[in-house]
T-cell receptor, first 108, second 113 residues
Framework: QKEVEQNSGPLSVPEGAIASLNCTYS??????FFWYRQYSGKSPELIMF????GDKEDGRFTAQLNKASQYVSLLIRDSQPSDSATYLC????????FGKGTRLHILP | DVKVTQSSRYLVKRTGEKVFLECVQD?????MFWYRQDPGLGLRLIYF???????EKGDIPEGYSVSREKKERFSLILESASTNQTSMYLC????????????FGPGTRLTVT
């Protein structure tokens, strides 16, 4: 059974600090990795994707991929209250698998 | 910007009714997907389609069917709604291939009484 694991949280981070969200996956053949943000009552919104080992930065967001250790992470710098949401990790190989998400709460 | 629309934001149906959920995307995407999302269970794939008139079962297809007669439109059908199909239904579309991103519609919250 291929799995994607995330800590459900909530993860509480003070405003202005760095939020670090982690995701591990079981399928070594996985090729693409995505982070979605989902506000309460809304649908998931794609915020980052990464295909290669290393870091990928987009504004305040950095995705980090380590295929050897089978984890992908999302860093949010200068966290804002508007970043409070559930973050879903998704991994694709022969199919797409979503994690159940980590709830992030930014403390004002 | 990718736009995926769903026919209803909220829907209430009775047990045994036939239910149609429609999804339309305007980005000429080949791939379209139907998920349901339930607390504690996350997103679960019901069906997907890589081309017109083509469909494949996802992880939980039982009790559902789909139709894709046009590239931009993907319909989910509940042949005989049951209370355990009460859920948030999310449609998504994306570019061709297994490995690429998906863009979600706003969702339909279906309640079956």
């Amino acid at each position: 059974q291929k799995e994607v694991e995330q800590n459900s949280g909530p993860l509480s981070v003070p405003e202005g600090a760095i939020a670090s969200l982690n995701c591990t996956y079981s399928d070594r053949g996985s090729q693409s990795f995505f982070w979605y943000r989902q506000y309460s009552g809304k649908s998931p919104e794609l915020i980052m994707f990464i295909y290669s080992n290393g870091d990928k930065e987009d504004g305040r967001f950095t995705a980090q991929l380590n295929k050897a250790s089978q984890y992908v992470s999302l860093l949010i710098r200068d966290s804002q209250p508007s970043d409070s949401a559930t973050y879903l990790c998704a991994v694709t190989g022969d199919k797409i698998i979503f994690g159940k998400g980590t709830r992030l709460h930014i403390l004002p | 910007d990718v736009k995926v629309t769903q026919s209803s934001r909220y829907l209430v149906k009775r047990t045994g009714e036939k239910v149609f959920l429609e999804c339309v995307q305007d980005m000429d995407h080949e791939n379209m997907f139907w998920y349901r999302q339930d607390p504690g269970l996350g997103l679960r794939l019901i069906y997907f389609s890589y081309d017109v008139k083509m469909k494949e079962k996802g992880d939980i297809p039982e009790g559902y069917s789909v139709s894709r007669e046009k590239k931009e439109r993907f319909s989910l059908i509940l042949e005989s709604a049951s209370t355990n199909q009460t859920s948030m239904y999310l449609c998504a579309s994306g570019p061709p291939g297994h490995y690429y991103e998906q863009y979600f519609g706003p969702g339909t919250r279906l309640t079956v009484t």
